[in-house]
């Protein structure tokens, strides 16, 4: 087990000398080409391989950095979970390494080179700190770190108000979730007695003071991964950062958060109480529908791949907290499998978001366009963008036989064992999330049927559109590498059921019992009886179907196709401004939900008297949520300023009054 | 349920009540004014038959002639008082617009996961299918009275005090084997003597206000009126 | 459960697929020609949709100049996907070994994946029509799902199986229960299956007004095999809801063995079942009328309420405590 450890402490150096190696690229911007994202590449090859062969041999490593305090030097520790988050970092940076220079051509001249590279690397390293940690210190320096780099990274382009806008209240919110976290591992330490993460598993949390932990906890961490109604930094932040950079944030950062969050909760905490996973399982389910909801309501691409997230993210906690319940209720197979879903959906989405990133990026690149009412038409034009961006929308639509049709099924899975429970009210609670669930998916469907059909169907909307070109090579295999991992996770879901196992044998001491029981053609997580699915076969059988379809009709009377007009109603021909357009697509179900959204519509005659249609749709939590507590954080500001007199000598006599009182408090 | 099928008897049972909870459902969500009237008639006959079921089952005379009582008050007279009020005010083809009829009847479910809720620690009173049937009931009162909250239209409000008072009776059939006949009957009349004086109130409510919106009758002073 | 290893059995899977082929389009025809009737027409012949799918095979393909691949491609994703959902269901027998390959929650998967390909083709040509289609098209769907799913939910919470066969084998073993939870999950799958196969009130197949359709405005630009494929694929889903209704809520007249005899029985208790259900659906659509686009909403709606009594009165009713 320690040459995992090794691996990935080489991963670490590759990383470091890849942002060190930036600094020069501003002179020679070959440097970022030929050494800065090969540094990068290999980290990240190394991080797959450290992943790989710590869930292949489970067990546990440790080492000791020399940093930190002198009396806590920084702890590491690799076992089947921070295993398992490592080969998922592993593999979206190789994608994005291979991705990157050919996207950062763009930036050569116009931005820095060194900045981007030099963040870069420090954001994969502090990613692979945080997994790594095992103690309270060592984490949040590498949490922290984490926030700033990616920061940096999306005030990139600085020039634009919005970005600087949207950076800053990431920052803003990442620090009060960091600060949350800090409390939680605080009140872990206290009741422990110190922060290394041993002292903590040994020490028994209970009753108030656990409860307060996991809300501290969920609190912080769902704010960095992005929970309704913490997600208000997500949608600004993402989008503005370089694409692959937002395929990194969306795919991997987010799931650094779930991380903590399992690592927390599933490792720290120790005893499961079921209230906590209706918490955690309530919020998720209404995270999913919200944010698959505002998606939606989008017609910029990176915002609503952006607002996919946080659906995501929605789902990947129902699994959680159903894995909480079941464990609170003293099912431990069946947490196992909730466990095993939620890391199934995590790893899914790190691929089908980073993939969707980066396609989103190789539009922008060849349009220069990132609002879909101006694109169209784009898959005879970049045809590889467009089917490995097809390969993105099937996969996060939840649809077989790709991945993430394989998690969500699993999620179903675990959430009809509910009868097992005794409780009546949860036995009837579960089946709705399961129900919302099943929503949002519906919806998530309909997205992406209006993303890829405005983005890459129909006829170009705009002269850019008209003039786009196929990116290079290297941005072509990133997207690959990611396609043709979705493909894999969806059609061999039993080979990775069997490495995610070791991580509930970690955590719940229990593996599941019949998971792959039937032989690798069949997944049956609960027992055969109950339900199974057999991926490779359902390959197969549509392969067959459609290959027996096109046998037969090749062999019929007329081969050939014509090409010949669309029907036009016998009127002029059809122009691109006919189309459906990506608002009306979600006309429908803009109004179906409305009471969700505030909106602003209204109709005007502009001086040549055409009519002009303005439409704003708006997140409600603003108003009720972050408008509110934003003002009453400036009216405590404004009450804090009566004290500042500007003397300096007021200021002396407020530090010597703090002094003696804490000098009487601790007497 | 799984290991062991209960009688015939108590399946219909089970699955009357579980048709009066939809018919509450359904008058809840209606809008069409004649529409909820027949629905209300059904919910009268469905609770009518499920006396009727307890009567044959338990062998109790007096049941039987309680089920007819409720068979023919509410769901031919009083089904028929209302339709004719409805023509005379001339309001058949009224539809009530709902502002979000889907909230209207989510919250309609989680009342029964409430009632039920509620409703699960009440021990034993001859087999859990008597305990569920009082959990129904209980869901069919709550969402009576939630159908007053919700709807603002006069008679959609009477509606609903009167599928309340067949949640009411449901429960008393299921858990005590019907009410004394005395209790009954005096019920009956009172619910008879409601029907005809919410008539009343529907007149001279619409003669002044020329409308049945309840909203419009908010104003406690009459010097505002003006 | 079926046994997996009698490759008997597994022959009973490209048969069943066979059975489905022809027998889709003469259900359709079936309803149509009731539908005729009940208008005092004399209606088609009830096997005339297989002789237009056998013109539409022999005739050229039309392909607008602006469509790409993915219209050419969809047929056949449509078609393959809606071949393989009908191949898992209790046909004839419930000893169909395909079940273990895919579960309900696989079915409507499949049925989404085809969907979703739907939609895209009608987006690709770049015409009105197909985005309103696609577009409607989603919201119905999106709607209809999560109805389903909860219907599927009480059948798989009662027999404690998300099998196909396992449930329609749970269900014929407990012979005539009355279940409340079965009695809605049944009326809201009815109303699911009214929304999704574009039938009256949602949807109107025998429309030719451009502005009220979903369904045909998706393939408006198909020709010749292209549309025979989408035809087929659109009579194949209308009768895999039709068997799913039948056989799963009324699995009497199911095959329990492998013996001729009882295949043979299982296949004209089927048929009667179907026969009996397209006579039903073709009264109710003439008597109803289409409704508004935003009445849909509404209706399915209902069949969510009605999921979900299903399930609470299941939880409540029947699973006790």
């Known amino acids: 087990m320690t040459a995992p450890l090794s691996l990935a402490l080489g991963a670490l150096a590759a990383a470091l000398l890849s942002a060190v190696a930036a600094l020069a690229a501003d002179e020679r911007p070959m440097l970022f080409r030929a050494l800065v994202s090969p540094l990068f590449g290999l980290a990240c090859a190394l991080l797959l391989a450290a992943g790989l062969g710590g869930l292949l041999h489970p067990g546990v490593a440790r080492a000791t950095l020399p940093l930190g305090l002198p009396w806590l030097h920084w702890h590491l520790r690799l076992d089947a979970l921070a295993a398992f988050f490592l080969a998922l970092i592993g593999v979206v940076g190789l994608a994005v390494a291979l991705y990157a220079p050919g996207y950062a051509r763009e930036f050569e001249k116009r931005e820095s080179l060194a900045v981007l590279g030099l963040f870069t690397g420090l954001f994969l390293t502090s990613m692979v700190l945080v997994v790594l940690a095992d103690d309270a210190f060592a984490f949040m320096v590498a949490w922290e770190l984490m926030s700033l780099a990616s920061y940096f990274l999306v005030t990139f382009q600085h020039e634009h108000g919005a970005n600087r806008r949207a950076g800053f209240l990431y920052l803003l919110m990442a620090e009060i979730g960091a600060l949350a976290i800090l409390l939680g591992f605080g009140v872990l330490a206290g009741l422990g007695d ?92 209404v995270s999913a529908l919200l944010g698959v909801l505002y998606a939606l309501m989008q017609h910029d691409l990176k915002r609503l791949l952006a607002y996919h997230s946080v659906e995501n993210v929605g789902i990947i906690f129902i699994g959680l907290g159903l894995a909480m319940v079941f464990a609170g209720a003293g099912f431990p197979a069946l947490a196992a499998l909730g466990l095993v879903a939620a890391l199934y959906h995590t790893i899914n989405h790190a691929l089908f978001k980073g993939l969707l990133f980066l396609g989103a990026g190789s539009v922008l690149h060849a349009t220069h366009q990132r609002d879909m009412e101006r694109m169209g038409g784009l898959l005879k034009l970049l045809p590889w963008t467009g089917l490995f961006f097809l390969v993105g929308c099937i996969s996060i639509s939840a649809l077989p036989p790709f991945n993430g049709f394989v998690s969500e099924w699993l999620t179903f899975q675990a959430a009809l064992q509910a009868w097992a429970l005794e409780n009546g009210i949860l036995r009837s609670l579960i089946p709705v999330t399961a129900a919302m669930l099943a929503l949002t998916g519906a919806l998530a469907a309909a997205c992406f049927v209006k993303v890829y059909g405005v983005t890459f169907l129909g006829q170009p909307r705009s002269t850019p559109a008209r003039k786009a070109h196929e990116v290079s090579f290297g941005m072509r295999a990133g997207q ?69 379809a096109a046998w037969a009709l090749r062999r019929g009377a007329v081969r050939q196709v014509r090409r010949c007009d669309a029907w036009d109603c016998g009127f002029s021909p059809l122009t691109p401004r006919m189309q459906y357009s990506a608002t009306g697509f979600a006309q429908p179900i803009r109004r179906v939900f409305g009471p969700l959204f505030r909106i602003e519509e209204s109709m005007s005659r502009d001086e040549e008297g055409l009519l002009r249609h303005r439409l704003q749709v708006h997140d409600r939590l603003w108003e009720w949520l972050y408008l509110p507590v934003g003002r009453a954080a400036l009216r405590a500001g404004r009450w804090v300023g009566h004290l500042q007199g500007g003397n300096a000598r007021i200021y002396l006599g407020w530090t010597l009054a703090t002094l003696g009182a804490l000098l009487w408090l601790i007497s | 349920m799984n290991a062991m099928a209960p009688p015939l008897l108590g399946q219909s049972l089970l699955l009357l009540a579980a048709l009066t909870l939809f018919l509450s459902f359904a008058l809840l969500g209606q809008t069409r004014l004649t529409a909820a009237i027949h629905q209300f008639a059904w919910q009268g006959a469905m609770v009518a038959a499920v006396t009727a079921l307890v009567a044959a089952g338990e062998g109790a005379r007096h049941l039987y002639l309680s089920a007819l009582l409720t068979l023919g008050l509410k769901s031919l007279l009083i089904p028929w008082m209302l339709h004719r009020l409805a023509r005379r005010l001339e309001m058949e083809r009224e539809v009530e617009r709902l502002h979000h009829p889907a909230v209207l009847l989510l919250a309609g479910t989680v009342l029964v996961v409430f009632a039920y809720w509620v409703a699960l620690p009440i021990e034993r009173i001859g087999g859990h299918a008597s305990r569920n049937i009082l959990a129904i009931s209980l869901a069919v009162v709550l969402i009576g009275l939630w159908m007053m909250v919700g709807r603002r239209q006069v008679v959609a409000q009477v509606l609903g005090f009167m599928s309340l008072e067949n949640g009411l009776f449901l429960a008393a059939v299921a858990a005590a084997r019907g009410m004394p006949l005395v209790v009954e009957l005096g019920v009956a009349f009172d619910v008879l003597v409601a029907a005809i004086l919410f008539g009343i109130f529907f007149f001279h409510i619409s003669e002044s206000i020329e409308s049945l919106d309840v909203d419009r009758l908010n104003r406690l002073s009459e010097e505002e009126t003006e | 459960m079926a046994d997996l290893l009698n490759p008997a059995a597994w022959l009973l899977v490209p048969v069943q697929a066979l059975l489905f082929l022809v027998g889709a389009p003469l259900l359709a025809g079936w309803i149509r020609q009731w539908k005729g009737r009940l208008q005092n027409r004399r209606g088609p012949a009830p096997w005339q949709p297989l002789r237009d ?145 574009g039938r009256i009130p949602v949807d109107n197949p025998a429309t030719h007004l451009e502005l009220t359709m979903i369904h045909e405005a998706m393939i408006l630009e198909y020709s010749g095999r292209h549309l025979a494929l989408m035809e087929w694929a659109a009579q194949l889903k209308l009768m895999l809801y039709g068997v799913l209704l039948v056989n799963l809520f009324f699995p009497w007249g199911l095959a329990q063995t492998l013996s001729p005899a009882a295949l043979l029985a299982g296949l004209m208790a089927v048929a009667a079942k179907l026969a009996a259900l397209g006579m039903a659906l073709a009264v109710g659509e003439t008597v109803l009328a289409k409704m508004r686009l935003f009445r849909v909403p509404l209706f399915l709606n209902l069949a969510f309420l009605l999921t979900l009594l299903g399930l609470l009165s299941h939880i409540i009713l029947e699973a006790g405590a």
């Open chain 3, 53 to 197: 799918l056998r013109k539409l095979f022999a005739k050229e393909a039309l392909v607008a100049h602006s469509a790409s691949t993915v219209f050419r491609a969809a047929p056949y994703v449509v078609f393959a996907s809606t071949l393989l959902a009908v191949c898992i269901v209790p046909f004839i027998s419930i000893l169909q070994p395909a079940t273990a390959i895919a579960d309900m929650i696989v079915l409507v998967g499949f049925l989404a994946l085809g969907r979703f390909f739907l939609a895209l083709a009608g987006m690709d040509v770049g015409s009105s029509f197909g985005g309103m289609g696609s577009s409607r098209e989603m919201l119905v769907s999106a709607l209809a799902e999560p109805a389903m799913l909860m219907a599927v939910f009480t059948l798989a919470m009662s027999a404690h199986s998300t099998n196909l066969s396992t449930v329609a084998e749970y269900n014929l073993a407990q012979g005539l229960v009355l279940r409340p939870s079965y009695l809605f999950a049944l009326l809201g799958l009815v109303l699911v299956a009214v929304a999704e196969t």
């Open chain 1, 480 to 548: 690959g590498v990611l396609a043709a991992a979705c493909l894999l996770l969806g059609v061999l879901p039993t080979f990775f059921t069997g490495l995610l196992d070791t991580v509930p044998g970690l955590l719940l001491g229990q593996h599941l019992p019949q998971a792959t029981a039937g032989g690798w053609l069949w997944l049956t997580p609960v027992n055969a009886h109950t339900a199974s699915y057999s991926a490779p076969l359902v390959f197969a059988a549509l392969a067959l179907a459609w290959w027996l």
């Open chain 1, 194 to 285: 110190g922060f290394a993460f041993d002292a903590m598993r040994r020490a028994a949390v209970g009753g108030g003071w656990g409860t307060l932990a996991f809300v501290l906890a969920f609190f912080g961490f769902g704010m960095k991964a992005g929970l309704v109604p913490l997600h208000a930094w997500l949608p600004e932040a993402h989008p503005v950062a370089p694409s692959h950079v937002s395929a990194l944030m969306s795919g991997v950062m987010l799931k650094v958060a779930v991380y903590g969050f399992i690592r927390f909760c599933f490792d720290l905490l120790g005893d499961m109480q079921i209230s906590w996973g209706v918490a955690v399982l309530v919020v998720g389910a």
